[in-house]
C-alpha cells in the first residue's frame, strides 16, 4: 500500500487487490489520535481512491479488505511511494 500527496492537498491512496474483498475501507486518523477518524468505503475491483483535502502530513491512513460476510481484515498502514531509479 503506498499514499502520495507531498506538497498537496490531496492524498492518493492505493494498494494491491485482495482476492475475495468486495470492498475496501480506507482509515484516516489525525497523526495525533489514537483512534479512527473516518473511514471511505470504495468498492471493489477498484485499488485506488483520492482523499480530497486530506494532507499527507498530517494523516494517518490504513486499509482493511471486507469480505461478502463483512467481515474486515487487519488494517495495514500506508508508506510513501517507493523511490524511483
Sequence with gaps: ???AGALATDTTVTWQPVVGAVRYRVHL???DAQDWQKVVE???PAVTT???DVIVDDTFVGVGAVGADGAES???FAG???RKR
Design 80 to 82: 510513501p511511494e517507493p
Design 50 to 52: 483520492i482523499l480530497k
Design 42 to 44: 470504495v468498492p471493489a
Design 1 to 3: 500500500m503506498t499514499i
Design 74 to 76: 487487519l488494517v495495514t
Design 29 to 31: 486518523r489525525r497523526n
